[in-house]
């Protein structure tokens, strides 16, 4: 038999899985509506209108920062802490403070990993230093 912690993570990464698809589904429905709605819009003021010749765009994934922004939020917010953070502590404080940690669509670990990218690079520029771990977190601070 299967081990219980084994397949109680499965089946969490399963739900979570089957949620996302049925999100997706959705936003693919309403796209397909608002779609549909926008060709018999056309078709109003043209009727002869060939569909066919617009392109389609190239969606972009969201960006969450400007160029360098999350370097610059990063350094304010080690400089004006009074003990060491995480990088979960980080993040979720950047979200919040960036008004995005409730929006839907908002990805937790892309956004997460967009955090660590930049710690790493400040890191590397020596502005920043890793001091220890709490858990599995990396503690950060400002080099002095």
């Known amino acids: 038999m299967a081990e219980t912690h084994v397949l109680s993570a ?17 936003l693919l429905k309403k796209s397909k509506l608002a779609l549909q709605s926008l060709d018999q819009t056309i078709h109003l ?13 190239r969606v972009h994934k969201k960006r969450y920062f400007k160029t360098a922004e999350a370097k610059v939020l990063i350094l304010d917010m ?7 953070m995480s990088t979960n502590d980080i993040s979720k404080k950047m979200a919040f403070n960036k008004g995005i940690d409730n929006n839907e669509g908002f990805n937790v670990v892309h956004f997460q990993k967009i955090i660590f990218a930049s710690l790493k690079r400040c890191e590397d520029n020596k502005l ?15 080099k002095f």
Do not use: C, M
Not at 133 to 140: C, R, S, T, V, Y
């Open 10 to 26: 499965l089946t969490k990464k399963r739900a979570e899985v089957s949620g996302e698809i049925k999100h997706y589904e959705n």
């Open 45 to 57: 003021f043209d009727e002869s209108y060939d569909l066919r010749t617009i392109k389609s765009k």
């Open 78 to 84: 080690l400089r004006t802490a009074t003990e060491p």
């Open 128 to 142: 920043i230093e890793r001091i220890g771990k709490n858990g599995l977190a990396i503690l950060w601070q400002i």
